[in-house]
């Protein structure tokens, strides 16, 4: 039996109920049922008979056409008699009994409290969770003149007994239905129909390149297969087949004032099927990855407030100092669950090469993420430009031990990793001989990989929440946002994030002087032909090939796989691809760019810092120029994607300061210390730079040359 705690005074269930039966269940897909669950007050009677009537199903309120017949008594009658901590016990020991099919189930709130009754109920349907909004309950409550629950003892307020349950209602559902303020039962049906639709639906994944055969249902992809697969064999990228999922205004305004943590499992919730990824595992992975053990801010990406109408979304408070933590600590959780998963339907103990290319800082976020949640059938191998990293990035980098990473520097460009690394995936022949030899297959873990990008619309959406719950805005006012673009991955979620509902106006893109993103969103001409690419203080955005343009495309030409195929195919034949003049008009509806010097980006840096006392790194530097350019009246949000610490010579230089050794990291960051700078220096970053260099290997731009030293890589691991 479960006993009571006394918790600042109140009396909580100290843990949920036993069981010690056992008792029949029938499959999921063979009942059929749609359970209804919720607080008490949250609307499941009425929304269920709705339901039903709209879906033709039986309709059945387990109070009234469940309990009360099975106990022959009223509910209130078998509350007095068994009092509250009984009362639960003996309804979980009832919903045991209960067995119906494709009808629609309204639960009473205390159902959730008996773990093992829920179990079962989950077994034979989908459970349903309406969210309605706990100020909204307690109105609800009152109207009902209801002053008292199961489980509130002497002393319990309401608001503490409903804050008490929802963790059992979290921990039980397979589909959330976020309840609006004011919003009617049929309002709420229409939600539950769509959910439904869709979660019966699953859409899956294809290739932004697929043909036309393989759209049908059966040759589209679970996430958890394009997880482990990161890239199609078509040379194409992984996206949802379904639209992007849309939030309104009323259901943004349930998130603001919730934790990150709490708002990233709402947001992402939308682009998950449940049995592809159950909310709880969600839960417990955003639960373990952002937590101040690996963010250095409660907040995971605080906004500051840099002067007039620009704020600063920080990115750069995980372990490895850049944005890509935000994602890349949660990724290695998908992969180790998809692994999981197929390991137990094959049988097979497959193992996984995570080859990386980076511009610098997705290699010390991968290697330190999928080191720590990824599991042991994981290895990891890194490619990086030798001569186009900073000093900081490649000592982080080269510093990480173990016998399954690897990190090679390549005598060339990021372009060239990338590439190598496509073609590397592409190659079937050789993918088979990898496997059949070392029984390792390979996977991606920079965001050619959707797994990479989609917990990046989460900051975004969290941004602008901020902005409001802080004032600055109301929620529905326009804000613009200006990101530092690379691989039009970050822009690309701040994309998602706009059709998901956040009123961005202007996604504004600012390149450095490798601005052939810029020339595509004028022109609308795509061309590497003469591109010479040239290395700066903003080494991110040293890109000529963006992989996440593709997907781009795929959204603005309504998934028209064909041409976007066609382009790609004209990029690697002729170095070029042209989009039409009227598809240009709507992107540059959606995007706005410019581009600016390397004099511009120091001039950035010195002048913010002389005015304001904040340190800008090079990358967020260039943003704040091309942002300055568009500034207006409204809110501006400018992505810092990195510490200023992880340039330190840069950054230093253009203050004026003399750099006599730029790899000299103790003085660097000394020197960076005693400017007593907002934000402060990166306490998880200055430790890295402690650690001894482990990794040494270079090689040449030959494919040859890498994939033996990947081949080498791999006997080791074996």
Not at 115 to 133: F, N, P, R, S, Y
Not at 138 to 143: D, W
Not at 429 to 436: I, P, T, V
Not at 511 to 530: A, D, K, M, P, Y
């Amino acid at each position: 039996m479960a006993r009571l705690l006394s918790i600042k005074g109140k009396l909580a269930w100290s843990r949920t109920l036993p069981c010690s039966y056992a008792f029949c269940t029938t499959p999921c897909t063979a009942c059929n049922n749609i359970f209804l669950m919720g607080s008490p007050g949250s609307g499941k009677t009425t929304v269920g008979r709705l339901l039903s009537s709209r879906l033709s199903l039986p309709a059945i309120d387990i109070d009234d056409d469940y309990l009360e017949p099975h106990w022959r008594m009223t509910v209130a009658d078998k509350l007095k008699q068994a009092g509250s901590e009984g009362f639960v016990q003996e309804e979980g020991e009832a919903l045991l009994q209960f067995a119906t099919s494709k009808s629609v189930v309204s639960l009473t709130g205390s159902n959730p409290l008996h773990q093992c009754a829920m179990d079962h109920i989950k077994d034979t349907g989908l459970v349903v969770l309406l969210d309605v909004d706990q100020r909204d309950i307690i109105q609800r409550l009152k109207r009902m003149k209801v002053n008292r629950i199961v489980g509130q003892g002497p002393g319990n307020s309401m608001q503490d007994i409903l804050k008490y349950r929802q963790q059992f209602y979290e921990n039980n559902y397979d589909v959330r239905i976020i309840c609006e303020e004011n919003e009617t039962p049929e309002q709420i049906v229409d939600k539950v129909v769509l959910a439904l639709k869709k979660q019966k639906l699953k859409q899956g994944y294809v290739s932004t390149r697929s043909h036309q055969d393989q759209m049908n249902g059966s040759k589209r992809k679970s996430f958890n297969d394009i997880i482990l697969e990161g890239m199609a064999n078509d040379g194409g990228l992984y996206v949802p087949m379904e639209t992007v999922p849309k939030m309104s205004s009323g259901e943004w305004s349930r998130l603001i004032g919730l934790s990150f943590t709490d708002q990233a499992q709402r947001i992402l919730e939308h682009w998950f099927h449940h049995h592809d990824l159950p909310p709880q595992s969600l839960q417990n992975m955003i639960n373990t990855v952002y937590c101040q053990e690996n963010f250095n801010c409660s907040t995971v990406s605080p906004v500051v407030h840099l002067y007039g109408n620009q704020y600063i979304l920080e990115l750069f408070h995980g372990p490895t100092a850049s944005f890509k933590d935000v994602a890349l600590q949660l990724m290695p959780m998908f992969f180790h669950n998809a692994a999981e998963e197929r390991k137990v339907k094959s049988g097979l103990d497959n193992r996984y090469l995570i080859l990386v290319a980076t511009s610098g800082d997705t290699g010390g976020a991968v290697l330190d993420g999928f080191k720590k949640y990824a599991g042991h059938s994981c290895s990891l191998m890194v490619l990086y430009p030798e001569k186009g990293v900073s000093a900081v990035q490649k000592a982080q980098m080269t510093s990480v031990t173990g016998d399954n990473t690897h990190v090679v520097g390549v005598k060339s460009d990021f372009d060239y990793c990338q590439s190598i690394i496509k073609k590397i995936f592409n190659d079937r022949q050789l993918n088979k001989h990898l496997f059949e030899k070392y029984n390792y297959r390979l996977s991606a873990a920079n965001s050619i990989n959707w797994g990479r990008l989609v917990p990046q619309i989460t900051y975004h959406a969290s941004a602008y929440l901020t902005l409001v719950q802080e004032k600055v805005i109301s929620l529905g006012e326009p804000v613009d946002v200006c990101i530092p673009t690379g691989n039009f991955g970050n822009i690309l979620a701040a994309y998602y994030a706009k059709r998901m509902g956040i009123p961005f106006k202007r996604l504004i893109l600012a390149s450095n002087v490798n601005n052939i993103l810029t020339e595509f969103f004028q022109t609308g001409r795509f061309n590497v032909q003469h591109r010479v690419l040239h290395q700066t203080m903003s080494p991110a955005i040293d890109i000529l090939k963006p992989s996440n343009l593709e997907r781009y495309l795929y959204h603005m030409t309504n998934g028209d796989c064909m041409q976007v195929r066609q382009w790609y195919e004209s990029l690697e034949r002729n170095g070029h691809f042209q989009v039409p003049q009227m598809l240009l008009q709507q992107i540059q509806e959606d995007i706005v760019v410019d581009w600016c010097t390397e004099e511009d980006c120091r001039q950035s840096i010195r002048n913010v810092f002389r005015q304001t006392g904040y340190l800008l790194d090079p990358h967020t530097a260039v943003a704040k120029v091309v942002a300055d350019r568009f500034q207006d009246d409204r809110p501006m949000l400018i992505a810092a994607t990195a510490h200023y610490a992880k340039f330190a010579p840069d950054v230093l230089h253009s203050l004026g300061h003399s750099i006599q050794d730029s790899t000299d990291t103790y003085r660097l960051f000394t020197a960076l210390e005693q400017l007593h700078a907002r934000p402060a220096m990166h306490a998880t970053l200055q430790q890295a730079m402690r650690l001894p260099q482990v990794h040494n290997q270079a090689c040449t731009a030959s494919s040859t040359e890498i994939i033996r030293e990947m081949e080498s890589f791999l006997q080791r691991c074996s």
